[in-house]
């Protein structure tokens, strides 16, 4: 019986991976935790029957708590019940599905209590990674990616231990505004950009996809998690979403993992490695795809893919600066606050300003998400 706590459990992925639980009974979860829709997290919690479960929201953790009076279950709210679900003393593995930088504190804990990590939140490996990595590595624990992408390279490079990378070959499927310049994104609403061509995912992520940001962020996730330069990591546009990513070899052969886009894979993946087992959905079926295309990105028209890279190239605290504006200017579009290219505007803008600090550790990082924020609502 493997045992796990899910943070973030009424999210895309959360929700995702407790469907993974239900087809593998030798799973079982401990630990749920959600930002405050306590309707989801009271089914879960009945379905489920965690030791504990916590909302980011104390009100609404307080109602919770009420209505399951007549459980066993305890309920926490704010960041102590995040780091109580994260370190949950039974859990072996933390699915880390929270979103955004709130989940550095939770993953940093959840390693310290010797926990194997399946990590969907990249922004903490993006912001924090330089932390994260290493500490991994004291403690002995192993984190498993979940983000489809970075599972695909992971499945590549099985038994390929010792043997050089010589290039990560990142896919992309370029999002819906793929081929369109910053003149036609110029009135992209809310509902256009909320439209991803091949895959259903939380506002926040959809949004980073059809800005490219999202694949900026994989960039540096891949670094981290691989433990190459960014400059290592190229970006390919495969519109279908085929191939999840491809390694490229010292000697020149190329691995890629294939299939249905399909999270469930990739989730079921990092909880049962190194098995495969049978997972139900639909199949590739290569007489009916026939081709799969490939295209360079358009750097020019998608600004936050280059300042990606040069964020990922400066390091020190300038990932973190790319990632809390980005938060910061998605959350605000998201409120429709904000137009679409003001998004990369803002990123660009703050990374300009701002002056950066060599090998952060935790507090310097959240001081410099909360910098960024100030420097930003200063200027809009
Ligand atoms: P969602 O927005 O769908 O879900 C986010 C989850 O986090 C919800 O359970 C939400 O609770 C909870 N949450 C939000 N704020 C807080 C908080 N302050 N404290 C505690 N919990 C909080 O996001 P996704 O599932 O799409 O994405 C999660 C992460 O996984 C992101 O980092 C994303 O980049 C990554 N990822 C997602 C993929 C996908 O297919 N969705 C693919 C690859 C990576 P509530 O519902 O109550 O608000
Ligand atoms: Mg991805």
Known sequence: MKKLAVLGSTGSIGTQTLEVVRENPDLKVTALSAGRNLELLEAQAREFKPELVSLQDEKAAETLAVRLADTDIQVLSGMDGLLAAATEQTADIVVTAVVGMIGIRP????????????????????TAGHLIMPFAKVRGVTIFPVDSEHSAIFQCLNGETGNQISKILLTASGGPFRGQTREQMKSVRLEDALKHPNWTMGHKITIDSSTMVNKGLEVMEARWLFGVGVDDVQVVVQPQSVIHSMVQFADGAVMAQMGVPDMKLPIQYALLYPKRRHMPGERL??????????????????????????????????????????????????RREIGYLDITDIIGEAMARHKRKENPGLEDILETEAETYCSISGRI
């Open 107 to 126: 993953t940093i804990a959840a390693i310290e209590a010797g926990k194997d990590i399946a990590l969907a939140n990249k922004e903490t490996l993006v």
């Open 285 to 334: 079926d290569f007489w009916s795809l026939q081709s799969i295309d490939f295209e360079a990105p358009d750097f020019e028209n998608f600004p936050g893919l280059s300042l990606a890279y040069e964020a990922g190239r400066a390091g020190g605290s300038v990932p973190t600066v790319f990632n809390a504006a980005n938060e910061w200017a998605v959350a605000a579009f998201l």
